[in-house]
């Protein structure tokens, strides 16, 4: 019975010492180590001394029984879960262990796939609310900067870089993947900087086509060209004293490119079709979820343009690095939505933490905040249930999202495997359907014959 000290240790508690036993070698074939006590009394003993994982007891014994034991563990350890094995149609009994603070029950005879699976499941969760708790616990500095919020060891050393560039002049580089909040983070830096009372511009460099974004930002003056009626100031002039944002900059034009870098330097704007240069004052943010330094490299983006702008570059972390700021972000959002709702939403159900915290956030905050936008709107309880969230996150499993989670209730058929794995490549290639036929090897009608079937 002896165990290496970090692996995951099931502690077994029943007086009938071959149920002990058996469970035990079973349990040993599956990878998973445990330990065994035929007395309540004894296993609470060797949880003074030891830690385990999950406990797994029977209800009926002599002495302490199985439902005391989960009430006396709930007060001294609640964070290991606590199976407790009732016998089978004895539902009052499982009610009772539930309302005693045990995780989850399995009924007798043990059918030991069921039980490998509930114990995986109660190590998982015991292993998340213990990196929650770490989390926590190492994050007593800040918990915001402007209104960028977060509190993991990511976002602490964002915001020591946040403070010292919000009182300097000096041009910025925003990177990240997108939705990890590079324009709140320019804006937040405009809000707590000395230009804070001047204006905060900001301009998709992405969104608009060369000549446009030429006048765009430096303006034009009066028949500059065929939809020139007016005179315009542009951005740089509107921005003055304040702060500009260039967002999406891994986009712009090699040419504009050219003229951007120009303005930057001299500090000055000559408005499309005027021979007159402007001064401007504006401090120069710039973002985008590009890599400029290979862009750089493969000739896509004018160096001395990429040194100009990149004085100070700051890097946002991608979400599903950011650990127990994701249940943070979510409460926030949650709260944000209840109240412009006017819905009295104020929790998560149970389960909901966990999915959210294993999901992998490819679209980072925007996507935690569209999901919490839609779990208000859609919710009829008091809490946001594991129904209000999309299947993506409540069926994301290490990585795919296709197979149901470790409770059976949640495991599907092969077709239904079929459907998802055809439903996930063709939002990997944006609806794509001859793309996603060359990657499933099945012609288009197959697809869509397939998808349809299931009310897709
Ligand atoms: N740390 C944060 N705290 C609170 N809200 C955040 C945070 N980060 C992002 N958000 C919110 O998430 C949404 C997306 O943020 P934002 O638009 O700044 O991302 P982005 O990185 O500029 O995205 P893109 O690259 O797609 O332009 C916004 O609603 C923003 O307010």
């Not at 830096?189 to 765009?216: M, Q, W």
């Not at 209840?338 to 159900?349: I, T």
């Not at 679209?363 to 309880?381: D, F």
Request: charged letters at 30%.
């Amino acid at each position: 019975m002896t165990v290496a000290p970090h692996e995951s240790r099931v502690l077994i508690v029943d007086d009938e010492r071959n149920m002990c036993e058996l469970i035990e070698t079973d349990l040993r074939l599956r990878g998973i180590p445990s330990e065994w006590f035929t007395s309540a009394q004894e296993a609470i003993e060797a949880i003074h001394h030891q830690d385990y994982d999950v406990v797994l007891t029977d209800v009926r014994m002599p002495g302490t029984t199985g439902l005391q034991l989960c009430q006396q563990l709930s007060q001294v350890r609640p964070d290991i879960p606590v199976i407790v094995m009732t016998a089978f149609g004895t539902l009052e009994t499982a009610i009772l262990a539930m309302r005693s603070g045990a995780y989850d029950f399995i009924t007798k005879p043990i059918e030991m796939d069921l039980l490998s699976i509930t114990l995986k499941r109660a190590m998982e969760h015991r292993r998340l609310t213990e990196q929650v708790r770490l989390l926590e616990s190492s994050q007593q500095q800040a918990t915001s900067f402007g209104e960028v919020l977060g509190q993991s060891p990511a976002m602490q050393g964002l915001y020591d870089q946040l403070e010292q560039v919000a009182h300097s002049d000096a041009a910025v580089l925003i990177t990240g993947e997108s939705g990890t909040g590079k324009e709140l983070v320019a804006r937040s830096i405009h809000a707590s900087g000395r230009r804070s009372e001047k204006p905060f511009v900001a301009v998709n460099c992405a969104a608009l086509t060369e000549p446009l974004l030429e006048s765009e930002l430096f303006g034009h003056v009066k028949g500059a060209f065929t939809d020139a009626r007016g005179e315009r100031r542009g951005l740089f002039l509107e921005a003055d004293g304040g702060t500009l944002l260039l967002d999406e900059m891994g986009e712009m034009p090699m040419t504009m490119q050219v003229k951007l870098l120009r303005a930057l330097e001299e500090r000055k704007v000559r408005p499309v079709g005027s021979d007159k240069e402007m001064r401007f004052d504006v401090r120069v943010l710039t973002a985008t979820n590009r890599d400029l330094e290979t862009a750089v490299t493969e000739g896509r983006f004018r160096e001395d343009l990429y040194y100009r702008i990149n004085v100070i570059g700051i890097e946002l972390p991608p979400l599903r690095s950011r650990g127990a700021d994701i249940l943070r972000l979510a409460e926030h959002f949650r709260d944000r939505f209840a109240a412009s709702e006017n819905k009295p939403v104020a929790g998560f159900a149970e389960g909901v933490a966990e999915k959210l915290l294993s999901y992998s956030w490819p679209g980072n905050v925007r996507e935690l905040r569209n999901v919490m936008e839609r779990a208000i709107a859609l919710t009829r309880y008091d809490k946001i249930t594991l129904e209000d969230l999309p299947e993506k996150v409540r069926n994301f499993q290490g990585g795919t999202l296709i197979f149901g989670g470790f409770d059976p209730a949640e495991l599907v058929s092969m077709e239904e495997v079929q459907r998802r794995y055809i439903k996930h490549v063709m939002d990997a290639v944006g609806g794509n359907q001859t793309q996603a036929a060359r990657i499933l090897g099945l012609d288009r009608k197959t697809i869509y014959r397939k998808l349809k079937q299931d009310g897709e």
